[in-house]
Structure formats: C-alpha cells, structure tokens
C-alpha cells in the first residue's frame, strides 16, 4: 500500500512540473503589410532580465516570425519565416554579429548571425532549423557582444512553441474562411 501511494505522489509531481514547465506562455501577435496586404504572425518570447548597470536593465524578445503563404493538400501550412531576437538598448555590431546559443543542456554553438539596419535585432541564418530545435527544446541560451563590446546573456522559456504554431495555423485557416 505504501509503494503504491509513493508512486502515485512521485507521477503527480512531475505531473505538477509539466503543468508548470512553460512559465512564460508565447504570446501571438498579428500584422499586415501595409503595401502587400501580406499577413506575418509574430510569436514571441521574453527573455530573462539581462542587466546593463545597477540602475538599468532590460528584456530581451525572442521573436518567431511567421508569413502563411498556403495549405498542402494533407492540411500543413507553407509558410515564410524568420527568428530574431530583439534587444532595446546596447546596440549589436553592423551587418553581423556572431551569436552563441545554448538549447537546453546541448553544447554551445556559435554562428553568424545578421543584424537590423537599427541594430536592435540579430536574424538566425537558418530560420527553419532553428524553429524546429526551439520546437524540441524547453530553454535558449543566447550570449552575443554589443557595439561597445559588452558580452551580454539573455534566457528565453521556449516551452510550448509547437502549441504556438498550431494556433497560427488555426488563426490562419479561420482568416481563409472570411
């Protein structure tokens, strides 16, 4: 009898931890173009506080953009894309600016990563691989230097981004029927 209710308080825990395990839900957002009526679906993530100085601080976004573009015959969704993440303060180096990111546990990985015109946000190379590792991982580390050669570390929740996904596909496919 006492096995028995042990193993059942143990599965309710990690039951509670699962529950729990997406702390900060990804938040979607719609825009149109203004010149091409082209609708993007922006998912986005906030990051761990990063600090700059004892009175300033900041968080980071991590953004997944979507653009539907149309439906397959078995119902999956063609879509253009990109990720980001975006900073507002700090500015990154022009053009390009290497970025080392940390999913889950895994080992480090540095890349090249391409800069805004602003220098607020940094483009991962190869968007469609990197939404399926953000899709398959619960956490994102990202380390990159600024223009001021500041290394900075943002932590981004990234649970729950395939959930995400299929509520731009529902959104998009509801916007179809209109």
């Known amino acids: 009898m006492t096995k028995a209710l042990f193993r059942i308080t143990i599965l309710a825990t990690f039951a509670l931890a699962a ?15 203004e010149m091409t009526d082209e609708l993007s679906y922006l998912v ?19 953004v997944v953009k979507v653009t539907p573009k149309c439906t397959t015959e078995s119902g999956s969704l063609k879509y253009a894309g990109a990720v ?13 600016c290497e970025v ?23 483009f991962a190379p190869d968007w469609k691989r990197t939404i399926s590792r953000l899709s398959a991982a ?5 380390r990159y230097t600024t223009t001021l050669g500041a290394v ?18 529902t959104r998009f496919l509801s916007q179809q029927k209109k």
């Open 19 to 33: 529950t729990f395990a997406c702390a900060v839900p990804w938040q979607i957002s719609e825009t149109v173009d």
């Open 44 to 62: 986005h993530a906030p990051g761990s506080v990063v600090r700059l100085t004892e009175y300033m601080s900041y968080r980071p976004e991590l």
């Open 84 to 96: 980001y993440f975006a900073i507002e303060t700090d500015g990154l180096r022009r053009g390009q």
């Open 100 to 122: 080392v990111t940390r999913f889950d546990r895994e080992k480090p990985t540095a890349e090249t990563w391409n800069t805004s015109t602003d220098r607020h946000a940094a």
């Open 138 to 142: 619960t956490n994102l580390t990202v």
């Open 152 to 169: 900075r570390t943002a932590t981004f929740d990234v649970c729950g981004l395939t959930n995400a996904l299929k509520q731009v596909k």
